[in-house]
């Protein structure tokens, strides 16, 4: 005799407080494979972090709900895992409603033919498609997206969902009106262009000297994101010149120790950073957040770091960075960096961020406007590091200069305040000298 089995759903969960919903972005396993306690079943996306959804029960994953580059509600049901021997018969929910005369005549296990995803309401409602006509082929007789869509090719919507079009289908007392669109997405999301269901990856049509590639949903977030800020915030922008000829020295002087001692390079950024949080203390409404009725500033002088990668480009923190020296903002900038590229960034690292710093230097830009990091209140760059003659004194001298660009929130910064705090960190980064410490 067979142990008795039970089927476990897994849900999306509430990755942070202020978290509505999340996309898939990629199952890693398939129905029909074995799944261990805390492995990872997908990769799931937030705003601006890609994180493991791993399983709450060893099992076998039977059927996923939710196909990738789908956003859901926190707490959607997005898979099924089988659990076997927990002493609980068969499935989560059986059907207690009266079947339609209409349905077409179903075989084996119905249990899960009338709980319906988001996913598949929001296509029926789409094509018209009574569900109560549509055969599932999922767990328990559970109607999925192929198989809306196969009845879509069939042809048999429209004819026969007249009815269902005038008058809601009422099924155990879960109620589905096609009519009315099936609220899919969060706050913010609402407003999201759909992810482009483009079928080919770098792929050139023939004839054609054009080839496409999918959108991912991360890269759908930052588009997302950047359109917010470009829309909401009123961005202003400015530059100022840096002498950097002593800071040059500065490192030269002490790079090769650090590698040794700290195991990392000692970059110009680390110095940056802690000339930009100095200044911040000097302004600290730099730090700040608009709030339409009021401006919120923030104690706490949280960096974010723009990291890019191959794909994507993501800001993880360097928390209370007013508490680090120069070697501690260097070893947290590396650890950062490391873990984004490697992926491995946990959502704590994304979250808290209140100014934005971008060093477009490291590609050899020279002067960038960039879009600040929203709802953050500005962002500034540090470009390339250049020799060049510069006058001094009257006369002429060969300088390393670099530039400084800040974009800023022109509903809560001004010119005034802004070149004043630009003028600090020029003079931050233009007083260090070989007594400067890094600890």
């Known amino acids: 005799m067979s142990k008795p089995t039970t089927f476990v759903e897994i849900t999306m969960p509430q990755f942070a407080e202020s978290l509505v919903s999340a996309t898939i972005g990629k199952w890693l396993k398939q129905p029909g494979d074995p799944v261990e306690q805390y492995e990872p079943l997908c990769d799931v996306l937030t705003d601006k972090v890609n994180a493991e959804l791993p399983s709450t029960v060893e099992g076998i994953l039977r059927e996923i709900l939710v196909e990738a580059g789908e956003t859901v509600d926190v707490g959607t049901v997005i898979a099924y895992v089988e659990v076997a021997g927990t002493g609980v018969e068969a499935a989560p929910e059986t059907s207690g409603g009266t079947a339609s005369s209409e349905e077409p005549v179903l075989q084996g296990d119905q249990s899960m033919r009338h709980r319906y995803s988001p996913a598949v309401q929001q296509l029926a409602g789409e094509h018209g498609v009574d569900l109560n006509q549509v055969i599932g082929t999922g767990l328990g007789g559970r109607i999925t997206r192929k198989d809306v869509l196969q009845f879509v090719e069939q042809g048999q919507s429209a004819s026969k969902n007249t009815a269902a079009e005038s008058a809601p289908v009422s099924n155990q007392g879960v109620s589905f009106n096609p009519v009315v669109p099936v609220r ?162 946990k959502l704590d690292d994304l979250q808290g961020g209140t100014f934005t710093i971008n060093n477009t230097g490291s590609f050899g830009s020279i002067l960038s406007y960039p879009i600040i990091n929203y709802p953050q209140a500005a962002i500034l760059t540090f470009e390339s590091i250049v020799k060049r003659p510069v006058v001094i004194n009257d006369m002429i001298a060969v300088r390393s200069m670099a530039n400084l660009c800040l974009s800023l929130d022109h509903r809560i910064l001004d010119g005034v305040i802004c070149g004043r705090f630009l003028q600090r960190v020029k003079e931050n980064m233009e007083s260090y000298d070989l007594d400067t410490k890094l600890y």
């Open 184 to 345: 899919h997405s969060g706050l913010h999301l609402s407003e999201s262009p759909r992810i482009p269901k483009i079928e080919v990856e770098k792929q050139q049509t023939v004839g054609s000297n054009e080839y496409f590639i999918d959108v991912t949903p991360i890269r759908n977030t930052i588009a997302r994101n950047m359109r917010q800020s470009v829309t909401e915030i009123p961005h202003a922008w400015t530059t100022i010149e840096v002498d950097v000829t002593n800071l040059v020295v500065l490192r030269n002087k002490y790079k090769e120790e650090f590698m040794r001692r700290e195991g990392i390079n000692l970059t110009y950024l680390a110095f940056l950073l802690k000339a930009v949080v100095n200044a911040i203390k000097d302004y600290p409404i730099i730090n700040s957040v608009w709030a339409v009725d009021k401006i919120i500033v923030k104690k706490d002088i949280n960096l974010s770091l723009a990291v890019g990668t191959e794909d994507s480009v993501l800001t993880p923190v360097i928390k209370k960075a007013d508490t680090l020296n120069i070697a501690g903002l260097a070893r947290e900038a590396d650890r950062l960096a490391k873990a984004t590229r490697a992926g491995t960034l």
